[in-house]
């Protein structure tokens, strides 16, 4: 593990300046990170929100939230010190979703997408004034083997891909989340899932997106979740357009998160060169909230 994966995993502060891979030193990066955070308890969104400040990503994408005071906890206190946050205005008892925290400008407005089962569970935002790209947030719905648990997820993911057939048409396209799904290639095999739950990450693909992770490493193998038995998956992923893969520098799992106990999934930051993105006056949340 180099010296930059080492601090990652340790969730020490990174200087988001830092050149990667090689990259020239005076090259800007964006880096975006997607952490489950499980609906937390007040106490543990306090351990969360230092973690994230520690780790001081530009884009935090947040799945498993709740309509609940942990996620208002964090929500509340980057709001307060600046960020742009999206997230849903009312959120039903007992339902999950994602949030987007970024202090990257943006021209466009942030905006939810609603739909049978896309509530709460899909959101969408701008990065950048030149160029910009369409950032999705995705907590997919897990499943059991009732009927009406599988209706819900495959009505989901038929909804994200038409989602991400329009949106690729025209611009370019950042995919981030909990997926709740392995990919066909995945090592283990596990039998719990199904076709329809492989053709979906196809699909995503099929828009035109690359999965981060594996376009870097395509021989490492990543888990994001651990069973109770200590069988790994990777239910985490980042995908972003073709186009964008120039400027792609980095894409790892920061398992700290775990280790930590901040969240039961390992974090997944994508470093990315910024191009002419500029941010948003912000103070450190931790300090906004205390």
């Not at 990667?20 to 306090?46: D, M, Y």
Request: aromatic share 8%; with cysteine.
């Amino acid at each position: 593990m180099d010296a930059r994966k080492a601090s990652v995993a340790l969730g020490t502060d990174l200087d988001p300046n830092t050149a990667v891979k090689g990259v020239a030193e005076s090259e800007r990066t964006l880096r975006i990170l997607t952490l489950n955070i499980s609906g937390p308890s007040i106490e543990r969104a306090s351990r969360i929100l230092d973690f994230l400040s520690d780790l001081d990503p530009d884009v935090a994408v947040l799945t498993e939230t709740r309509g609940a005071p942990g996620t208002r906890f964090i929500l509340d206190a980057y709001r307060h010190a600046g960020y742009a946050v999206l997230a849903p205005e009312s959120q039903l008892s007992g339902e999950r979703g994602v949030a987007i925290i970024h202090r990257v400008n943006s021209p466009g407005s942030a905006r939810e997408v609603s739909g049978p089962d896309l509530a709460y569970r899909l959101s969408i935002t701008t990065l950048g004034e030149h160029a910009p790209i369409a950032l999705v947030g995705a907590y997919v719905p897990s499943r059991d083997a009732s009927a009406e648990k599988i209706e819900r997820k495959q009505t989901f993911l038929r909804q994200m891909v038409t989602l991400l057939q329009v949106l690729s048409v025209d611009q370019d396209v950042i995919l981030m989340g909990d997926f709740n799904i392995i990919d066909r290639t995945h090592v283990p095999r596990y039998p719990a899932f199904r076709s329809w739950e492989y053709d979906a990450l196809a699909a995503i693909r099929d828009c035109g997106l690359v999965e981060g992770f594996s376009h870097l490493y395509p021989d490492e193998r990543a888990y994001s979740w651990f069973g109770r038995t200590g069988d790994g998956y990777r239910y985490d992923y980042a995908f972003l357009s073709k186009s964008l893969l120039n400027r792609l520098r980095d894409c790892e799992y920061i398992d700290a998160s775990r280790q930590l106990g901040v969240s039961d999934h390992s974090g997944l930051l994508m470093t990315m060169g910024s191009g002419r993105t500029t941010m948003l006056r912000v103070d450190d949340p931790r300090v906004a909230e205390r």
